[in-house]
């Protein structure tokens, strides 16, 4: 059970249905487009340490107005169905905003996977795609998983691997999973994705002054205090790219057996290699054992990264945060919600914020179907063209460029320049069109609903073509 009282679902609905009002969708549109189109509830067996144990699993349908259906599984204790449908219903909002040509799905595994060992979670895995493998809840046409709290490359190469086993006939078995190992068919950029689109995201946010004052902030993001819950992938990859190329400074991080707070600045690298070596942040230097009440330490920016329902009504009167910026899916419930717009906190809603890992995934999808990597074709015909034109500038003017800038001039885009290209811009336009909508109606409360309507205009245009 999600674990606080306002539930996940009841939160992405009430957001829903104000959005819904807001753009004027018919009350049967409206409850199609709400309701998850199926959720599949799995228990399946697997003999492991000399006994039978009994494993749930979920994978819930949000919309298939476009298939495949693409959502992460989580590796979860906590997970239940109202967790899974609320998760598949953003993923549907999520694909709609950043036009990644997708339904929303999402999936989970009740388990905590520090339990288990490597090997273990591998026949645990596997055992988990054949059951969703039986109902083509993995399959590179009808529904495309990838990785979520929890699970990461491994658990996708897993995944690829006992799919492509299953259908040896199938022409395009990785594209069944994203968030694979590259040698296993991923794509540079995809481990990194989500947290880099946090980032872009922020930085987009900052090139609307008019934004950033309503929050009461000014400037670019260096300097910005930033506190961040979570340093798994996603809080560690944000927090890294922000303090490393920003010059962010990440005043206190937040983890499940304590935080680190030093008003000087956190080494994030440092920090991450603390945690994988020691399990937690225990023991590291300026440790507080109490991590909840961390999140309403002082600071600019504050990045939820690590799970849903942790800003309550119980605790939204005291976050001190100005900009609240939810790389996590659902960390701040309805209630709360309305508590922070009311103190003047600008959200940058997950649904826009935490989109860079589906697209991502997206291309990595196109890359598996299109069997070659981005940029094979065109790179050195690029660098070409580039060096022709560098030497006839040169030959004109009688100079010759700078070395450094020469090089990258001229060097053609890689895959991995590619990626970032074509998160920078999703996270970009994005961006752009939620604050153009949030300010072209009072009505339009916050960037959270003006984001949601613009999925919903998305989505009902796409029933409506369809002559529903
Ligand atoms: P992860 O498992 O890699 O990291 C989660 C981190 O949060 C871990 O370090 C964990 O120890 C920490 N954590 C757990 N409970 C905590 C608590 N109560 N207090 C403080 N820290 C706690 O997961 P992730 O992939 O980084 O996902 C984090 C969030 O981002 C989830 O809400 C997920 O749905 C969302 N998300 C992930 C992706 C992705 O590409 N991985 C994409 C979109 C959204």
Redo the contacts with the bound molecule.
């Keep these: 059970m999600s ?1 606080n009282s306002e539930s996940f679902l009841s939160s992405v609905e009430r957001t829903f249905d104000q959005a819904a009002e807001l753009v004027g969708i018919s009350p049967g549109l409206r409850h199609k487009i709400k309701v998850a189109n199926s959720t599949y509830t799995v228990r399946f067996g697997v003999r492991l340490r000399d006994r039978l144990y009994t494993f749930t699993g979920y994978r819930s349908v949000h919309s298939e107005h476009m298939e495949p259906v693409k959502g ?1 599984i ?1 590796y979860s204790p906590y997970a239940d169905q109202d967790e899974v449908e609320a ?1 598949a219903a953003l993923m549907s909002y999520k694909c709609a905003l950043v036009e990644a040509p997708f339904g929303g799905s999402k999936g989970a595994l009740v388990i905590d996977p520090n339990e288990w060992e490597a090997f273990e979670l591998e026949r645990i895995t596997r055992r988990f795609t054949q059951e969703l493998s039986k109902r083509s809840l993995i399959s590179q046409a009808q529904n495309v998983p ?7 490359e491994r658990e996708m190469a897993w995944m690829a691997d006992e799919y492509k086993r299953l259908h040896p006939e199938d022409l395009n078995p990785w594209a069944c999973v994203t ?1 694979k190992p590259v040698n296993k068919g991923g794509i540079r950029g ?1 481990v990194e ?3 880099r689109g946090v980032q872009y995201a922020l930085r987009e946010c900052f090139r609307h002054p008019k934004d950033i004052e309503v929050a009461g902030l000014s400037g670019s993001l260096d300097g910005k205090r930033v506190i961040v ?8 990859h944000a927090a890294k790219f922000l303090s490393e190329e920003d010059g962010s400074k990440i005043v206190a991080v ?4 304590g935080a680190i707070v030093d008003y000087d600045g956190i080494d994030i690298e440092a920090l991450h290699a603390h ?1 994988l070596e020691h399990g ?1 942040v225990k023991g590291y230097a300026n440790y507080q054992e109490d ?2 009440s961390c999140l309403e330490l002082d600071c600019d920016i504050l990045i939820p ?4 329902g ?1 800003i309550t009504p119980e605790n939204a009167e005291r976050i001190q945060a100005r900009l609240i910026i939810e ?5 701040i419930t309805f209630t709360a919600d309305q508590i922070l717009r009311d103190k003047g906190v600008v959200i940058i809603p ?1 649904l826009y914020a ?5 697209t991502v ?1 997206y291309f990595e999808w196109v890359k598996n179907i299109g069997h070659i990597r981005f940029g094979r074709l065109q790179r050195r015909q690029e660098e070409r063209k580039t060096t022709m034109m560098v030497s006839a500038i040169e030959e004109l003017v009688g100079k010759k460029f700078p070395e450094g800038l020469l090089e990258e001039l001229v060097a053609g885009p890689t895959e991995l320049d590619l990626v970032r290209s074509g998160l920078d811009d999703t996270m970009r336009q994005g961006y752009q069109v939620i604050s153009e909508k949030w300010h072209s109606d009072d009505k339009i409360p916050d960037l959270r609903i003006a984001a949601m309507m613009i999925s919903l205009e998305r989505i009902v245009d796409s029933y409506v073509s369809l002559g529903i």
């Design positions: 674990q992460g989580r998760l990838a990785p979520d709290m929890g699970t990461g968030g995809r994705a989500t947290g819950q979570g340093l798994g992938n996603v809080g560690y937040l983890e499940r057996d945690i937690g991590a909840k990264a690590a799970m849903e942790v790389a996590a899916n659902g960390p997950d935490n989109a860079g890992g589906v995934s």
